[in-house]
């Protein structure tokens, strides 16, 4: 029965994934086991600019860490050590026994959004791993544009909840729901 | 820390997502946390068919249950108690801050796709809920065009592990890859 527990004590405490690690100068270790996170959505060719007609589309897949997930459907707020990944992926038409549509190929970026206020001025600080091999990655500056239009336009804090539809019923209800601006 | 051993112990079992549970005459209970099991892979307007440019294009989501997709990372092989998810939603384009491409709106359709040898005379069983309150689906016939289709163009067993990107090379290093047909 002792060995069960252990067993069991060692399933929920296993993922690396329950906050962020640093390495030295404070930079962000990769989160390899991000495609074990709890999902949140996906997108086809999303922008919040110009649409770009010249190049194909692209799929974006957002997830957030287990543990801040949880903390999200009792409160409707993120608390620190929350890390969402938004992934980057090719979007494919041809294959098998497809016929139509888009489905998802190889990984193109990754982007990892952190929320740590005793670690960063404005609370929140996004990394981007773009190479595959990528271990380690410095915070954006303050003032990157990723940093403004997520504190300019998220529903909920600095994250874009209004793109993540299983989310916005639980932050309207726990009242953390500032719109869709 | 006897306390501390038992809310592990509690959050390791907790989820009902270890395997299917069945009601009366057979019938699958409807999974409830499947937006908690591993995300695979999102699809837009995918289609077997002819391609129905009338209609708007639909998001699909693939989930699987997490002790499946562990025993996939080791074998490349479904354990029987496998489910998956296949969850469709709508697509929309005008909210918020985006301005082109499509993100994912409400639940339209949710089949859920189970491994069980001892009860399937063919190993794998699809059921349909069709209504979001609905509780319980009887298997579709095995005869159905849905399992015709997954036993003659699966990757993997009868699953298109073809369009699961993370899952083709685990499957081609393990050996059972059986070709994209």
Known sequence: MR?????ALTLAVAPSTSGPRYGTD???????????WIFLSSGLGM????VDKAGPPRFDNVFVTPAAYRNFLQTGSWPDGTMFA?????????????????????VQALEIHVKDRARFAKGW?????????????????????????????????????????????????????????
Do not use: M, W
């Not at 922008?47 to 110009?50: L, P, R, S, V």
């Open 3 to 7: 060995g069960a527990l252990l067993v």
């Open 26 to 36: 404070g930079q962000l270790v990769r989160p390899d086991d991000y495609r074990e």
């Open 47 to 50: 922008t919040y600019g110009a």
């Open 86 to 106: 938004l992934e980057v992926r090719a979007a494919t038409s041809q294959g098998s026994i497809n016929r139509g549509g888009h489905y998802q190929a190889g």
């Open 125 to 181: 600080a996004f990394f981007a791993f773009d190479r595959t091999d990528q271990q380690l990655a410095r915070p954006f500056p303050p003032t990157s544009r990723c940093q403004e239009c997520h504190a300019g336009h998220g529903a909920v804090d600095e994250t874009f909840v209004q793109f993540y539809p299983t989310l916005i019923p639980v932050a309207r209800a726990r009242g953390t729901f500032k719109g869709e601006n």
